[in-house]
């Protein structure tokens, strides 16, 4: 769950905090507790909308009972509500440090009287309870969710909500909420852990950008290393944590890097780098500098259309991307040609005959895993994959020629590298493409420092192949964003 930072939490009462027999008693005995507790009349009597004797006849007519004998089987079913063992010790842990809890209790002001008195113990450590009664709607709602993100004041993407009802976690995720399917106490402990450790490397990116701490380091094959003042590194951050830019540090990061621009073209270095060079314009950086801060509201319509047409003017006589923007360095690189297809794609030039043959081009490679090794300026074959990943997931043209094989191709990488990025950006796909990957992500957490940080795997390499450029920030948010998509799948498909 969340960590000792103030954060937020949602506790679904129902199937968390309070849990009841599985079956029925009396003239029901033997049927299932959701036949009433998860029914149409049963939560339009929890939200107002029937009395509890519109509600009793209404289940009797389903069940084939007498409207008594439905009452006399829920007040048997609430002499056996309890709190799962241990859960109280974890909320008061919680509590401790920091975290402030609220309730969402499924019952009208009738039931939620029987819960007080059950229950004593439970409800005072909460900050906010309510009831779908006191609310007069149910839960699973976009609208409800919103009243209680604002009678609270909470800031939906910064709150965990833990529930039981998949119904509910669809619309709390839809919300932009954290959520967390829950089946035993031990899933919290657990989950507890994680959050902690997602505070964690959230607070060692944010501490870093604060500090300007986050260049990237070259080390050369003789083991010398070197800072880089590169801006590859914090765009990528940015794309990969959008939140970051909400914080002073991530929107004064952004600004500085919105002026490196020339003519709306960006290059590699800041700054000439003495191993590196200086290094002209190129696609690669312009196409990932101009979708991160487009994504801000940092490029107009006309700037993006200028940029597409320089990319579409760049290619060579196959029709394919080209790296750099000058006839001197005519190379193609697979990464550098999906990032620019972003960039077309967001311009909406999908339909010039360069983007079915950049498509093709790395199409091909997919198929014949031709990535294996990198590409000419980037060592990690789930980079490639990773940027394929990128627009796949934005673009539906794109994504419905290349998920299939994308989705197999990722299939195959699981648990293939240590290294921590692969790691991050292989859970980051599988989670985002629903494929079960809990390996990865097992080992992920098991190399993260106690600062939150994590090692930096090679990122990009120079022109000599054993110049190799890390930066530990980048990683980092990689490996934060893996966890922050973990915590918010169900607990089953990991």
């Not at 191993?275 to 994504?295: C, I, N, Q, W, Y």
């Not at 090692?455 to 893996?482: E, H, K, M």
């Amino acid at each position: 769950m969340a960590g000792a930072h103030g954060s937020d939490v949602i506790v679904e009462a129902e199937g968390v905090l309070i849990q009841g027999a599985g079956e029925l008693t009396g003239a029901l005995a033997g049927v299932p507790a959701r036949r009433i507790f998860l029914t149409a009349p049963w939560l339009r009597y929890a939200r107002g909308e029937l009395t509890e004797q519109e509600a009793y006849e209404h289940l009797s007519a389903a069940l084939g009972v007498r409207p008594s004998d439905v009452a006399d089987a829920v007040t048997a079913h609430w002499e056996t509500w309890q709190t799962p063992p241990g859960l109280l010790d974890l909320l008061d842990t919680l509590q401790d440090q920091g975290t402030r809890l609220y309730c969402v209790v499924t019952m009208a002001s009738e039931h939620w009287k029987h819960a007080l008195q059950r229950l004593p113990d439970l409800w005072s450590r909460f900050t906010g309870v309510v009831t779908t009664g006191e609310l007069g709607t149910e839960l699973a709602s976009l609208d409800t969710l919103s009243r209680l993100c604002h009678r609270w004041s909470l800031t939906p993407q910064d709150t965990t909500f833990i529930g039981a009802d998949l119904q509910t976690l669809q619309f709390t995720r839809a919300a932009g909420i954290r959520s967390i399917r829950y089946r035993t106490p031990a899933d919290l402990w657990r989950l507890r852990s994680e959050h902690s450790r997602l505070q964690a490397a959230e607070d060692y990116v944010h501490h870093r950008l604060r500090t300007g701490d986050y260049r990237s380091h070259l080390i050369t094959g003789t083991g010398e290393q070197h800072a880089v003042d590169e801006i590859w590194s914090p765009f990528y951050l940015l794309d990969a944590s959008p939140a970051i830019a909400r914080g002073e540090p991530g929107r004064a990061l952004l600004r500085q890097l919105a002026a490196l621009g020339q003519d709306g073209l960006y290059s590699f270095l800041r700054t000439a780098h003495p191993l590196l060079g200086e290094l002209p314009v190129d696609a690669d950086d312009t196409g990932l500098a101009v979708s991160v801060l487009h994504a801000h509201g940092l490029v107009d319509e006309e700037s993006l259309q200028r940029v597409a047409d320089r990319i579409l003017a760049n290619c060579n006589r196959d029709g394919i991307v080209r790296m750099y923007f000058t006839p001197h360095r005519p190379r193609v690189d697979a990464v550098v040609c999906a990032v620019a297809l972003y960039v077309l794609y967001l311009a909406g030039r999908h339909e010039a005959p360069q983007v079915r043959a950049t498509e093709d081009f790395l199409h091909a490679l997919l198929e014949n895993k031709s990535y294996e090794q990198g590409t000419i300026y980037t060592p990690s074959p789930d980079f490639y994959l990773y940027v394929l990943f990128r627009v796949a997931r934005r673009f539906p043209r794109f994504r419905d020629r290349f998920r299939p094989l994308l989705a197999t191709r990722l299939a195959q990488r699981i648990a293939t590298t240590d290294e921590p990025a692969g790691q991050a950006l292989r859970v980051i796909m599988c989670r985002t493409l629903n494929i079960p990957n809990d390996t990865d992500y097992q080992r992920l957490l098991a190399q993260q420092h106690a600062d939150g940080s994590w090692d930096p795997s090679p990122a990009w390499r120079g022109i000599a192949r054993t110049v190799v450029g890390y930066n530990r920030v980048l990683d980092t948010t990689f490996a934060a964003q893996a966890m922050r998509l973990t915590l918010t799948h169900t607990n089953d498909d990991r």
